[in-house]
């Protein structure tokens, strides 16, 4: 399983990667970007082939309601996306979902929300 | 201040506390209570939201240096650098921002949060609301202040 993180905080990238990297998943990478032009960099670079994409709400360059179209103009859209956002009432999370994403998880989350989130998600995949 | 603002602020402060409480329970697994007074220096580290729409203001975490990095080392169970540390304090005052916010009635909990920044220096002077807060022997302190206001 490969997974991509889109956040524009190292820190929130390495916090999701190492819940995922405990996670029970068989993981064989994780891929990061920091923000939604690296993001559609990284879709481009792999040739899309991402089981899962955590992407945050707000980032410079490209958003993450941006990324989500502009992998769809690419017609690179056929991973599940979990939006990560501090704000589940940022109208961006409802444009997000409007746009193809599959879900959100709202901070604050455990370690073992996001392994759960995520794992639903990637198993629908 | 009249007894409507004190009451006003009282209630801020404790749904401040509430969140606070929560945020470091559920990502840090650690206690986070309310007490201590860090005094604001230059150089301490200030990340700061602000709030717009049917709230208006901004919210502004202050660590010193060493509490940063102490953050972020709980953050990630591993040592951290600079960066790392703008970005714990910068994530924490993102939600925090947003967890106060969602305790408020609306329309004021559907207003809208900046992207965080983080710059040494002194915080904002008079807020509204200025809450010093401990966990794990570190202290911080939160600020909040608070220009327009509408709830149902």
Known sequence: MRILIVDDSAL???IVGNALREAELELDEVVEAGNGVE????LEKYQNCFDLILCDVHMPALDGVGFLRERAARRLATTPVLMVTADASDPLVERAMAEGARGFIAKPFSAERIRDQALALAETA | MSNSESSTAERLRRLMDETVLEVFATMLGCECV??????????????????SGALAGKCVVVFADMDAAKLAEMFLGEAADETMADDAISELCNVLAGGWKRRLRPPASGAA?????????????????????EFDGTQFAVRLTVDIIAED
């Not at chain 2, 965080?116 to 010093?132: K, L, Q, T, Y």
Request: charged share 20%; hydrophobic share 40%; glycine share 10%.
């Open chain 2, 34 to 51: 309310p007490g201590g007074a860090l005094q604001a220096a230059p150089d301490h580290k200030v990340a700061r939201i602000t709030f």
């Open chain 2, 113 to 133: 949060l900046s992207v965080p920044s983080v710059a040494r220096g002194m915080p904002d002077s008079a807020p509204d609301v200025c809450r010093g807060y």
């Open chain 1, 39 to 42: 993001g559609i960099a990284a």
């Open chain 1, 12 to 14: 929130m990238r390495r």
